[in-house]
């Protein structure tokens, strides 16, 4: 009998809160969450900060990049509104709240690094360094698709699970994760065949597609052994699983 896949929100629960606030992970968490994934970028003065978007204006009413910005200047922002007036003065979390959030929850932790299009020198090191300071290397898998930056945080700690975001059809994906000593694979979905599926688990690799948001999708991911489903519909996966 197949195992449930562990039920990871994409940035929260999206589709009811702001994505990546402390609003939206407790929302997921409250929706059947067993794992929470979000992102991680750097501020000007050095801090670590979860948001999806290299720059504000999308989720926020700042304007610019992330990286140009100071926390307090970021912590002045409303990152709620522009999702629903409801969510009026919702903040960019830092990453150290999220972490005081989930710590001492049963729950998996997916960190995205975002260091692709702009680039966060040192970032991994205080990365790892914040999820020892909580005793929550164990728990976590970071994940990218900077693949460098899963290089680093191997030579930084072996023992940090990393996990590999992608979107193409690699050819056994399996073998490439050797090369960077990877943990998981964190494929698009689409990427994830019945062709493809044992190599994967056979390499004894975490499988965890994402952003899986509709039923059959789901369904799907369950009957190919998915080690985990990353969604913005958390609640929607959470009743499949409850039968519902």
Same mark, same amino acid.
Do not use: T
């Given at each position: 009998m197949l195992m449930f896949p562990k039920i990871i929100g994409h940035r929260g629960i999206p589709h009811l809160t702001p994505e990546n606030t402390m609003a939206s992970f407790r929302a997921a968490v409250e929706n059947g969450a067993d794992g929470l994934e979000t992102d991680v970028q750097m501020t000007k003065d050095g801090e670590l900060v979860l948001i999806h978007d290299e720059t504000l204006d999308r989720t926020t009413n700042g304007k610019g990049l992330v990286l140009t910005h100071t926390l307090s200047e970021l912590k002045? %922002?409303?990152a709620g509104?522009?999702?629903d007036p409801a969510f009026k003065n919702e903040k960019i979390p830092t990453l150290r709240e999220f972490l005081e959030f989930v710590s001492g929850r049963d729950l998996l932790i997916n960190i995205e690094i975002k260091s692709g299009v702009v680039l966060y020198p040192g970032i991994e090191r205080k990365l790892?360094?914040? %999820?020892h300071e909580f005793g929550l290397g164990h728990k976590t898998i970071?994940?990218?698709f900077n693949h460098y930056a899963l290089v680093t945080c191997k030579e930084i700690d072996s023992g940090i699970k990393t996990g590999i975001l992608y979107m193409a059809g690699l050819y056994n994906p399996w073998d490439y994760a050797k090369t960077v000593h990877a943990d998981a694979l964190h494929p698009l979905f689409y990427s994830v065949?019945?062709?493809t599926i044992g190599g994967m688990k056979a390499s004894g690799l975490l499988i965890h597609p994402y952003t899986v948001d509709s039923p059959g999708d789901m369904k799907n991911m369950?009957? %190919?052994g998915a080690s985990g489903i990353i969604t913005n519909y958390c609640d929607v996966l959470s009743k499949m699983k409850a039968g519902g």
């Open positions: 002045s %922002l409303d509104s522009k999702f790892i360094h914040m %999820l970071i994940s990218s065949r019945p062709e369950i009957a %190919l």
